[in-house]
């Protein structure tokens, strides 16, 4: 997989935070940031799956099955 830099700025508390705890389970600096964010962006995106799940959910005695669907799509 390709790597790249990325220079963000931290409150320095943050930071030593950050280093302390992968230091006392020597775990890679670059490899705790990568999955905190990864794991920050499926969060994010689960979340507004969820929102957008709850919004629909109103609609769904107006749905049709799928089969009629594509039915009338041929017509």
Known sequence: M???TLAVKVNYSILNRVK???????????????????ERLEREELKEDLIDLKTLHGQEKDAIPLKEYLEKRRV
């Open 2 to 4: 390709q790597k790249t």
């Open 20 to 38: 302390k705890f992968c230091r006392e389970r020597g775990i890679k600096y670059g490899f705790f940031v990568e999955k905190a964010l990864e």
